[in-house]
């Protein structure tokens, strides 16, 4: 990454410490495992390492206000950042406040521009046991008292839905992801033998501290 020193101080003193009002899954582990992934994806593209590492930061920063329209609030906050005018022109600034409307792996339609597909693909998990933290963890946060078993089964539920053989997530490739086809096997492989889905659900939620 080659990122202006002014523009990282200033995402680090005033936007990044806003993950931590956010959940397990969107905290600042997350978008610094989105910044590597991001850059990695981008060895093949070639973009602008500044605009990529603001859409990144700014991607989730919303969650904790709407988490359903997170997208949406978040790269509200991003085109309205005053700050971000003295690093970005207009057009720039379009183009990073579209990839952050268009990161998430729901999305009924194709992102609007590569900053928003290589975002999409780099927000997605391509390991089980981070993907099984994030899905348990944000309901740990939210229900406390949520008894162990149903924790598992919602989360094993959700993974057929988005990771399925009809899932919503396993066709919206949009760049080339090698580590993602990985993972979509690994997690198909537990979808369909649900014993070792469980084991390994398990597995996560003793590192949680939370069994």
Not at 1 to 13: A, G, R, T, V
Not at 160 to 172: C, E, M, R
Not at 190 to 206: H, M, P, S
């Amino acid at each position: 990454m080659n990122i202006n020193n002014e523009l990282k101080k200033y995402m680090e003193d005033n936007i990044l410490l806003e993950y931590e009002k956010n959940d397990e899954g969107h905290n600042i582990e997350h978008v610094e495992y989105v910044l590597k992934r991001a850059f990695e994806i981008n060895e093949k593209y070639y973009l602008d390492d500044n605009m990529l590492y603001t859409i990144v930061c700014f991607h989730d920063i919303a969650c904790y206000i709407n988490r359903k329209e997170h997208e949406r609030l978040s790269a509200e906050r991003l085109y309205n950042d005053k700050k971000l005018r003295e690093f970005f022109n207009d057009n720039e600034m379009l183009i990073m406040k579209e990839a952050v409307e268009n990161h998430r792996a729901s999305l009924e339609y194709e992102p609007r521009n590569i900053y928003g597909k290589i975002l999409s693909s780099a927000d997605r998990k391509v390991d089980v046991d981070v993907y099984l933290k994030a899905s348990m963890g944000y309901y740990i946060k939210k229900h406390p008292d949520i008894s162990k078993e149903y924790l598992i089964e919602d989360s094993y539920n959700f993974a057929i839905k988005k990771f399925g053989k009809n899932g919503y997530a396993v066709n919206k490739i949009y760049v080339k992801d090698e580590k993602y086809e990985k993972f979509l096997n690994e997690i198909q492989y537990l979808i369909d033998n649900k014993r070792e889905y469980n084991k390994r659900a398990e597995q996560v939620l003793a590192e949680l501290k939370w069994i």
